[in-house]
């Protein structure tokens, strides 16, 4: 895959085959996680809804692989599409889980079912892939002088509360301390969506 071919991709899965030797399995998981909170109103159950909840938890090691495994057999025995892609956020491969996510949603679907929908998701996973993943075929450093402990107590705020809104604010502070990368800034700014697992505030947290 070239540059542009990652800038212009339809396809979110040609993304992921690429990305899958170049990133973690956090990020991975985060991404599918991602793709099923899009759908957090149609999941339709409290398992399909548990199975994301815990698979964000497991990326960060904050529960066991035996209660990701328990969530995900019980988000798999829902009825619905759209838990079927909720249920691929606690895959154990999560490269594999990301992949099989956007299998579910690029299935044929009844206007019913909600064919609208899926499409309306797929298009948003373009984001989220460019939210958690950055653009692989530039990748950024930070300087030291840039992580002032304003900077990282913001990023850990928006990190651990979801506060995305405060993005923008993280933008000012990391401008005050020196920061000239265009990108890292714009991604802040900018009105795209923004989830957990963000590179940017991922590079801020040392997160991979």
Sequence with gaps: MTEMEWLTATDPRLSLIYLEDKSSQRKARLFTC?????????LGNEHSCRVVEVAERYADNLTTENELQEAETLANNCQGWAGRVASCAGDNGAWQGARM?????????????????????????????????GNPFRPISLEPSWLTSTV???A????????????PILADALQDAGCNSEELLNHCRGEGVHVRGCFVVDLI????
């Excluded at 019913?112 to 892939?129: I, M, P, Q, T």
């Excluded at 947290?205 to 991979?208: A, F, N």
């Design 34 to 42: 991602a793709v099923g909170r899009a759908l957090w109103p149609y």
């Design 101 to 133: 996510a956007m299998v579910c949603l690029q299935r044929p679907q009844t206007v019913r079912e909600g064919k609208d929908l899926a499409k309306r998701v797929v298009s948003r996973s373009r984001h989220l892939l460019s939210c958690i993943f």
């Design 152 to 154: 990282q107590a913001l």
């Design 156 to 167: 850990t705020g928006i990190y651990e509360e979801k506060a995305f809104d405060r993005m």
């Design 205 to 208: 947290l040392g997160k991979q």
